[in-house]
């Protein structure tokens, strides 16, 4: 799981990476014979019993930091990835964070660019907001209307939804099931289990080949098998 792939200066919330340190990250899987692909590519690839070697990348929120940064790093290294966008705040900011510094998010252009560019579009939503915390009414808005609006933008149906904040109840886990996605991604989903709350590890600034290691194997340890993916 990262997110923004530039300065990492002023990053209050550890959500940036450099690129330098991006494409130090992805040296190190491929050496260990591992390739970064999308979510979607990787569900299939499991689905025919193909997923060895693969490890699913995603970035949230869409920076067009993106463009600039992450994706000649991922290209360089042969990788794809999924991008969860968040088509009510395109071409916008990231006002949903009190602190630091106002990062540009991605224009429909730029999702369009990234999307040219091989890599998976998924919804995060459209605006960022914490979905548990949300009535009927906005909770639909913010599953079904982003997936209308990614399909008109991108032309293909957005197969993954990412929760904002990674927070997941089995209400909202319903929702984007019911929205159509195929899949969505959390953080670390408690006691809910399945396609629809796949956890992710957080990769840093700071991660490097040890710290990589130990998240990768602790994660192993304390993730049981997601219910219905092999």
Request: proline residues 6%; aromatic residues 6%; charged residues 25%.
């Amino acid at each position: 799981m990262y997110h923004s792939v530039g300065d990492c200066s002023d990053d209050p919330y550890r959500v940036t990476v450099t690129p330098e340190r991006l494409d130090r990250q992805l040296r190190w899987l491929r050496r260990r014979g591992l390739r970064g692909v999308s979510v979607a590519e990787l569900l299939a690839a499991r689905a025919r019993g193909e997923g060895r070697g693969l490890v699913g990348l995603t970035f949230d929120d869409g920076y067009t930091d993106f463009l600039d940064n992450a994706l000649p790093v991922l290209t360089r290294w042969k990788c794809t990835a999924t991008l969860f966008v968040l088509p009510g705040r395109l071409g916008g900011d990231n006002a949903w964070d009190p602190l630091g510094p106002r990062k540009p998010l991605l224009t429909a252009d730029g999702v369009r660019r990234a999307a040219g560019a091989g890599m998976e579009i998924g919804s995060h939503g459209l605006t960022h907001v914490d979905l548990t915390r949300a009535d009927d009414t906005l909770l639909k808005a913010e599953t079904v209307e982003s997936r209308a609006l990614l399909e008109e933008l991108t032309g293909v149906p957005a197969a993954g939804f990412c929760y904002p904040y990674g927070t997941v109840d089995r209400r909202v886990m319903d929702a984007v099931r019911d929205a159509g996605y195929s899949y969505a991604c959390a953080i670390d989903p408690g006691e809910l289990s399945g396609p629809h709350v796949l956890p992710r590890l957080h990769v840093g600034q700071h991660d490097g080949a040890v710290r990589l290691l130990l998240k990768y194997r602790l994660h192993r340890l304390r993730r049981r098998p997601v219910a219905g993916l092999r």
